[in-house]
């Protein structure tokens, strides 16, 4: 099968091999991970709570999603880069694994939702309406979701 | 105390768990933990002075702190429920005494500030917080990590991977 092949070379490349071969790499990448997911989802929930006008309302929306919005890419990136070596580290996990294709998914409406709620913050609206409300809390929880899909990548069974 | 753990992981409700919802507590665990770290940073990145500086301390910390209690709250509830479906063996295993050892630290590092550190805070809120202040910050934000690895760890010594 072409996934497999694709799973023997990515193994044995050198930076499969590097990882692999050093006890502490995995767990590592998985605790930037970790840290990363956690200050993104922090930050997400805050853009969505201040939307509906919660939590850090005395800022006005477009300058609060000015300062979250940069920061959640930036957490997005360092986890696509984690998430990239695990994959190459041990690819058998996740490209066989209908979960992972789930958490791939999921991230894509999400990062289209937050691109716009940022537009929407921009656009400095007056109130925001039930609408943006409801799109907001649905970008939460497809986060929330990403989290789920990811655990359940270790416990789905795909071979 | 091994006999208590051992009819701690006994009782119906810790075999349900182990043979069905762990997958499930443990991603709550996760999320509720998320929300407890991640508005945790975005208060110590404010005290020490990285973000949020047009910003009073106390608008920051008033706002999200609740959040940081009530999934905290939800953060031991699914520990809870995950330690008792492995009680004898997670009470014996050292990333778990470490990450409870580190969770007091916090807890400690918190109290300290709380009672001395934050008495002065009319004189700093709006602007660069104090030597002690911004110290308190950094020891959060490490010990904090250090709790988000050693809880990954656990997992590689007990159960799923």
């Known amino acids: ?159 | 105390m091994i006999q208590f753990l051992e009819w701690l992981q006994g009782t119906r409700l810790a075999i349900a768990i182990t043979e069905t919802w762990f997958p499930l507590v443990e991603s709550f665990h996760v999320i509720t933990m998320a929300i407890v770290a991640g508005t945790i940073f975005i208060v110590d990145t404010r005290l020490v002075g990285l973000t949020s500086l047009k910003l009073p301390f106390t608008y920051i910390s008033g706002r999200l702190l609740p959040w940081t209690w009530a999934a905290f709250a939800c953060s031991v509830v699914t520990g809870t429920l995950m330690f008792m479906a492995n009680a004898a063996t997670y009470y014996e295993n050292t990333p778990f005494r470490v990450k409870m050892a580190l969770l007091v630290l916090a807890g400690l590092n918190m109290l300290y500030f709380q009672k001395v550190t934050f008495r002065t805070v009319s004189a700093w809120d709006s602007g660069r917080a104090p030597s002690a202040a911004r110290l308190a910050g950094f020891i959060s934000i490490g010990l904090w990590c250090a709790v988000i690895g050693f809880g990954r760890w656990i997992g590689f010594v007990v159960g799923a991977e």
């Open chain 1, 1 to 159: 099968m072409k996934l497999a092949a694709i799973n023997d070379w990515l193994m044995s490349t050198s930076l499969s091999q590097l990882i692999q071969t050093t006890s502490w790499a995995i767990p590592g990448i998985q605790v930037v991970h970790i840290v990363c997911l956690a200050t993104l989802f922090a930050l997400a929930l805050n853009v969505s709570l201040r939307v509906a006008g919660r939590g850090l309302a005395a800022e006005p929306l477009a300058s609060l999603a000015g300062r979250f919005v940069p920061a959640i890419w930036i957490c997005l990136a360092v986890l696509l880069l984690s998430g990239v070596l695990l994959i190459v580290a041990e690819p058998f996990r996740t490209i066989t694994n209908p979960v992972f294709y789930l958490k791939m998914s999921l991230l894509i409406v999400a990062i289209a939702l937050t691109l716009w709620l940022s537009s929407v913050a921009r656009r400095q609206v007056g109130k925001p309406t039930p609408f943006h409300i409801a799109l907001a809390t649905v970008s939460i929880l497809i986060w929330a979701g990403i989290i789920v899909a990811g655990r359940y990548i270790a416990y789905a069974d795909h071979y």
